[in-house]
């Protein structure tokens, strides 16, 4: 607490560069991260429903969320390709 005190009273923040617009919390790197964790605990909380509610063993729950990956992984590479079909690269 003391140093937290001497440090605003002694204008030692000063001295400090502030943090750069790339890490800033509105830019776009920060946001991804937040959407990436958000969906990490979503996948973490489906994982737990899939286990405790519905009593599926775990390689199970994995092999549910593996097929999901691979059928979204599908579905966006066909949006893709229909997406890009008028392109010439």
Not at 2 to 7: R, V
Not at 62 to 85: D, K
């Amino acid at each position: 607490k003391a140093a937290f005190i001497n440090f605003i009273s002694d204008e030692e923040w000063k001295s400090i560069e502030p943090v750069s617009s790339w890490f800033g919390p509105s830019s776009f790197l920060m946001s991804s991260m937040s959407a990436l964790f958000k969906l990490s605990m979503w996948i973490r909380h489906g994982h737990g429903y899939l286990t405790e509610n519905l009593g599926i063993p775990v390689w199970g729950s994995y092999a549910v969320f593996g097929l999901a990956t691979l059928f979204l992984g599908m579905v966006l590479g066909l949006v893709s390709e229909a997406l890009g079909a008028g392109c010439d690269f």
